[in-house]
């Protein structure tokens, strides 16, 4: 079997890796034209379908027009829409071109839009009228499309581009920037050879197949959504689901049943979201899997009665996409292991070093990423001096099995009087209490200048209001069901946690607050 997978990743790396590799082609043009790329629902819950065919002219079309506003390869083009039809061909248009797609968000601010305009050096943009304001500060130094005013002339007029750039697996075709919880976001440069990457960890990983009806509930304009609901679909010739709404737990039970979804992909949010709400009755998935942050036992539990199959857990970063995984797919599935995220990747090398998780380059053939675009400094401090590890920043261990286990990035460790406490463990037994709604823990310094630092639970109230017994029994269930050492001496009852707007709790917001 292992002979089998080297033989498999290595016809990726020679397919996503070629000198002459075109990412239009290997996203687009080679797949069957009557094959649905993209089913797209509105808010209203109404469907339409975009083809391979129809993507292939319409982005070629849309490619003549851009090229006429100047864009050429290598240009950092800015892309700020909802889940719509014109986004995935706005970003076929820019790859035909060797043009480079900054993804934006939609929940950004003006400020996080500016930050990453400038750092990419970007002199055009391609938005909807509903995000067009949050251009307004940059209005001297980018032009700026807009779709509703802008695609009918674009697309008519100026032809098609038929030959598409090749770029090779070591030219870019994306550039995001990472979420910015502990600094400023530094800069990811995706080469076209990353999809080799994406698509073990579709295959392995997830399990898709080409019955599937495939869902990744993550927004495009983070790193999850798009290299798995955009680009590795996309490598594949396989279908993926666009939901152009706010995430709802009733919506998404909805969705799921009326499109037939059977392997579905979300944060811990989602699930955790989905659990609370009681509203997920009869739901019957083939596979189900998480990222982003650790999953709390409690949702894995949960999921085998209210989804008929245990969610996966799975550990990555913008840098790496999944390097560790609880692998569905049969050749690599076991048994999941309480709080483990599972094995590597096959195609990534992983291990421990200095207590943090860290990626072997030198032996990980679908390792794709060098270093921050223009940030010496901030790569050297993610290699070893010799360049061999890639090292994460978070904190882990393995077992005698060879599963991995998270427990905190380095800075979210709580010392206590000589202890290492991660938060996920803390929070994995608070979450369990029915009247927790969310959690997040972390270190405060002790105020007595005993202990070093002191547990301290941040608590959203399933009922909206906190009390002293809910805090008592919070602190004892972690004394009986985890440790004594670990117990939150202090609990703050909040509305709400500092998240990023991919969901990632802030917890250095949290360590700042007296």
Not at 48 to 73: H, I, M
């Amino acid at each position: 079997m292992a002979a089998e997978i080297e033989t498999i990743i290595s016809s990726w790396e020679q397919e996503y890796g070629h000198t002459h590799a075109q990412a239009a082609h290997l996203l687009c043009d080679r797949h069957p034209e009557d094959d649905v790329a993209f089913t797209f629902i509105a808010e209203d819950l109404s469907t339409s379908e975009l083809t391979y065919g129809q993507l292939a002219d319409e982005s070629r079309r849309l490619a003549a027009g851009l090229q006429a506003r100047g864009v050429g390869e290598g240009d950092r083009v800015p892309v700020l829409m909802t889940k719509r039809r014109e986004l995935i061909i706005s970003l076929m248009a820019l790859w035909r071109l060797g043009a480079v797609h900054v993804p934006l968000f939609t929940a950004f601010a003006s400020g996080a839009i500016e930050l990453r305009v400038n750092e990419s050096a970007a002199r055009l943009a391609i938005t909807e009228a509903s995000q067009a304001q949050k251009f307004s500060s940059l209005q001297e130094q980018l032009e700026l499309i807009v779709i509703e005013e802008d695609y009918a002339d674009l697309t008519t007029g100026h032809g098609s581009h038929t030959e598409a750039v090749a770029v090779g697996g070591e030219g870019p075709i994306v550039q995001l920037y990472t979420s910015g919880t502990t600094g400023k976001p530094k800069g990811v440069v995706v080469p076209l050879r990353a999809l080799g990457c994406f698509v073990s960890y579709q295959h392995f990983g997830i399990d898709l197949r080409a019955e599937d009806v495939f869902w990744n509930a993550a927004d495009p304009g983070w790193a999850y959504g798009l290299y798995f609901g955009v680009l590795a679909p996309l490598a594949t010739g396989r279908r993926s689901i666009m939901f152009n709404a706010a995430f709802s737990p009733e919506s998404t039970v909805e969705v799921i049943q009326r499109l037939g979804v059977t392997n579905f992909a979300g944060a811990p949010t989602v699930y955790r979201a989905l659990r609370k709400s009681g509203v997920v009755q009869g739901l019957r998935l083939r596979r189900a899997c998480s990222a982003g942050e650790p999953l709390t036992p409690d949702v894995v539990e949960w999921a085998q009665e209210a989804l008929g199959v245990e969610v996966r857990d799975h550990y990555g970063q913008t840098e790496l996409a999944m390097a560790v995984c609880n692998h569905a797919h049969p050749d690599l599935r076991e048994e999941i292991r309480t709080g483990s995220m599972g094995k590597p990747l096959p195609g990534y090398a992983v291990d421990i070093i200095d207590g943090q998780i860290a990626i072997d380059a030198a032996n990980s053939p679908l390792m794709w990423f060098t270093g921050y675009q223009g940030a010496p400094e901030k790569t050297a401090e993610r290699f070893t001096a010799d360049g061999r590890w890639y090292l994460t920043g978070d904190a882990g261990y393995t077992d005698e099995g060879g599963f991995f286990y998270f427990t905190a990035r380095d800075d979210d460790l709580i010392l206590a009087s000589g202890y290492r406490i991660g938060p996920f463990d803390v929070e994995s037994v608070l979450i369990t209490h029915p009247e927790v709604a969310d959690v997040a823990v972390v270190g405060k310094a002790d105020p007595e200048g005993i202990r070093g630092e002191v547990v301290h639970a941040y608590v959203v109230p399933a009922a909206g209001q906190g009390s002293q017994k809910l805090a008592d029994e919070l602190k004892e269930m972690v004394r009986s069901e985890y440790s004594r050492h670990a117990a939150p001496r202090q609990i703050s009852f909040v509305t709400e946690l500092p998240k990023t707007p991919s969901g990632k709790v802030q917890r250095y917001i949290l360590r700042q607050q007296h």
